[in-house]
């Protein structure tokens, strides 16, 4: 199992995302999931990363980066 796997969401609509997202949350391979959202062209994804998975089952706990574009989502 690796310790970080990184999910590029930019650019993606929040369905999009969601599914991608949902697909590493299914079977996790990693400790943490970084999600980069970006920062630059609206705060949308960061948000919808951090309220809908700060209770899913699969997760442990959300982190916030120093970055703003980057959210770590903790699995269990």
Avoid: C, F, W
Avoid at 43 to 54: A, D, E, F, S
């Amino acid at each position: 199992m690796k310790y970080i796997k990184e999910i590029d969401i930019h650019g993606y609509t929040q369905q999009e995302a969601r599914k991608m997202i949902d697909a590493a949350l299914k079977k996790p391979d990693a400790l943490t999931l970084r999600i980069i959202h970006g920062y630059n062209q609206g705060q949308t994804l960061g948000q919808m990363v951090r309220k809908r998975y700060r209770s899913h089952p699969h997760v442990q706990r959300i982190e916030l980066s120093m970055n703003p574009g980057i959210t770590d989502i903790i699995t269990k």
